[in-house]
């Protein structure tokens, strides 16, 4: 027994050196090449193998396609990291060379392999096997993303019911090692015609098998998402007005902006900036304006306190780091965030510029998909400022049918009231097609809430809004169903929510049931109002502070009625580029067809910042509120 335990115990040992062996042969064989990361592959297996394809075209790349690669089943998908395997033909030396058992270099990759990998096996010849049922129910065991070869596979109906991806030029009952023997295990390859670089992204599908390369992965997937957005939108157009696909396809880069193409995508509000067939290798060239200053004006926080705080300082124009733009603002937006940075409330490290989204023209861009002119919105940090350095993925373009001021609102209060009414509530509401579920909403007459009104009604659901007596004719703009007017407190950011007894109103309104989801920015003097008004599993979003946090309470309150709480935030709902295009197209559409009204309150100077922060603070808004920076 003891004798038996050892030698699992000297097996795994071995076995643990010959796997750390070869992970270092891997390290150093892919040193130059960049890791792909997990969401990045998730990106790019949410595209088609044509559009990568078209996407490493436009770029200057050669084909990454591997010839022969064809899906062992219908159906079948995959995407991960390339860990490789080089077989070489049959010769007497090299096999008594060839490392055996487990050290054999097929062996080595299986260990390698994992739910994020895909074994690329590079055969001698199409018929030529490179593995069946034995071999390969330990790819099965290592949960393997999909194994790909320009060779062929045996025992089919076994590999099969493994449930893992197999792309292969065919099926044979050919025996593999009388014809060629694997002979290197993560090394450069070529496999059907493709390079293969270990930790390349391989994405399979219907169409076949593509090689993304690691070093312009992040670039390939920016240009391929842009094309399959255009071919959509062409797809669209050829159903709705059936015409020849000619008019608009293939599309050749450039796109030129007077062809039919080009004209049908300026009135999407599409722009086709990163659509050039010029080779662009590794990197991308610097693409700036020769205007641009070594200085300009912002809105400084040297301390934390009042809106005097605040200060109107020369600083230099900041660095543009790769990926990113440099964009001359015209508008930034005022928000109440703003005030809890300056106040101390939500900490941020001093000195630092104040706001956070802005919208203007790109004068520098290391950024792919953006090119110096193009008009953008964004929303990053140290906004109150004649330049911005934004990340290229959070920089959105800006229709033309759509102002910069408007789009500056669209940018935190918008985007804040789009994810609030669409996924905060985690679905536990449902529109009024569907059932008899309410919504109510707090502070309708400030911006964020009067935006959310608006789209909730947009989106079907029935609507309840709290608002002050000054603000009412805000709030039935919204078209909201019932309106709940209180009293004014001047001078505060709220109202006297205590001025009526809104928990009484809100259950005569549904009946008895209550609001199924409440949307509350005011905090502290209506979280208890909140609490009381929710339905038997609703759900109380509080996203804001505009009369002090919501303070500490029992989970155990929420026993009554089994109710959700959440506390949301923007970063959250925009995590990555698809999401946060998403939501804006959604609102640059409702704009454009005239559903969503947007109301510019008022409109100050750059060196105003003081006073439009006293403005917000004391309760006067009635819309957005944006700096204007000449």
């Given at each position: ?65 591997i ?47 994992g ?21 390969f129910?330990?790819l ?95 797809k ?36 086709f ?69 300056r106040?101390?409330l ?27 002119g193009?008009?953008?919105v964004?929303?990053?940090?140290e906004?109150?400022s004649?330049?911005s ?82 603000k ?23 109202e006297?929510?205590?001025s ?114 006293k ?16």
């Amino acid at each position: 027994m003891a004798c038996r335990t050892m030698a699992r115990v000297s097996h795994f040992k071995l076995k643990l050196a010959q796997v750390t062996r070869f992970t270092r042969i891997f390290q150093s064989t892919s040193s130059q090449n960049p890791v792909v990361s997990d969401e990045l592959l998730e990106k790019l297996g949410s595209l088609s193998t044509q559009s990568l394809t078209d996407g490493l075209w436009v770029m200057g790349w050669p084909s990454p396609f591997i010839e022969g690669a064809r899906p062992l089943q219908e159906g079948m998908k995959c995407v991960g990291r390339a860990v490789t395997v080089r077989f070489v033909p049959h010769r007497p030396d090299i096999a008594a060379d060839k490392p055996v058992g487990i050290s054999s270099p097929e062996y080595e990759a299986f260990e390698l392999c994992g739910p994020k990998e895909i074994l690329v096996m590079s055969s001698i010849g199409p018929w030529d096997s490179v593995g069946g049922d034995i071999k390969f129910l330990r790819l099965m065991q290592r949960n393997v993303g999909g194994l790909v070869t320009d060779g062929s596979v045996r025992d089919t109906d076994e590999l099969v019911s493994y449930k893992f991806p197999v792309f292969s030029y065919s099926t044979t009952p050919k025996q593999g090692p009388a014809f060629m023997q694997p002979w290197e295990c993560n090394t450069v390859v070529s496999c059907g015609g493709a390079v293969v670089r270990p930790g390349d992204c391989i994405v399979g599908d219907q169409d076949g098998v593509v090689v993304v390369p690691a070093a312009v992965a992040e670039d390939v997937y920016k240009i391929a998402r842009e094309r399959e957005e255009i071919e959509e939108i062409v797809k669209e157009e050829l159903i709705k007005n059936p015409s020849s696909p000619g008019i608009y396809y293939p599309f050749k880069p450039p796109i030129k902006k007077d062809s039919a193409l080009g004209k049908l995508l300026t009135s999407k509000g599409v722009r086709f900036m990163s659509t050039s067939s010029k080779p662009l290798g590794h990197g991308l060239q610097t693409r700036k304006m020769s205007s641009i200053p070594t200085t300009m004006k912002a809105i400084v926080v040297n301390e934390t306190g009042p809106a005097e705080c605040m200060q109107l300082e020369t600083v230099p124009v900041p660095e543009v780091p790769q990926n990113h733009v440099l964009v001359k603002n015209e508008f930034c937006g005022v928000n109440f965030i703003d005030t809890y940075h300056r106040g101390g409330l939500y900490k941020r490290n001093l000195p630092f510029i104040a706001g956070q989204e802005g919208a203007g023209e790109i004068v520098h861009s290391e950024h792919i998909a953006h090119m110096p002119g193009s008009r953008v919105v964004y929303s990053v940090l140290e906004t109150y400022s004649e330049y911005s350095v934004v990340p290229g993925d959070k920089a959105v373009p800006v229709p033309g049918n759509i102002s910069l001021d408007t789009a500056t609102a669209c940018a935190v209060q918008g985007l804040t009231a789009h994810y609030l009414v669409t996924d905060a509530h985690a679905g536990l509401i449902k529109p009024k097609s569907v059932a008899d579920d309410w919504m109510l909403i707090h502070g309708a007459g400030g911006g964020t809430c009067q935006w959310a009104a608006q789209m909730a009604k947009i989106l079907g659901y029935n609507v309840i809004v709290t608002v002050s007596k000054s603000k009412a004719s805000i709030a039935k703009a919204t078209g909201a169903d019932f309106i709940i007017e209180v009293d004014d407190m001047p001078g505060t950011q709220y109202e006297d929510y205590n001025s009526v007894d809104i928990v009484q109103q809100v259950m005569e309104i549904t009946e008895g049931k209550g609001a199924k989801c409440v949307i509350d920015g005011i905090g502290e003097a209506t979280y208890d109002i909140s609490l009381k008004c929710l339905g038997q599993r609703g759900i109380f979003v509080t996203f804001g502070n505009a009369s002090g946090p919501v303070p500490a309470f029992p989970p155990l309150r929420l026993i009554e009625k089994s109710a959700f709480v959440t506390r949301p935030k923007l970063l959250d709902y925009t995590r990555n580029r698809a999401e946060l295009y998403e939501r804006y197209n959604d609102i640059f559409e409702w704009i454009t067809e005239g559903s969503l009204q947007i109301h510019i309150d008022r409109v100050f100077d750059l060196s105003q910042a003081i006073e439009a922060h006293k403005y917000l603070e004391e309760g006067n808004s009635k819309g957005k509120v944006i700096l204007s920076i000449k």
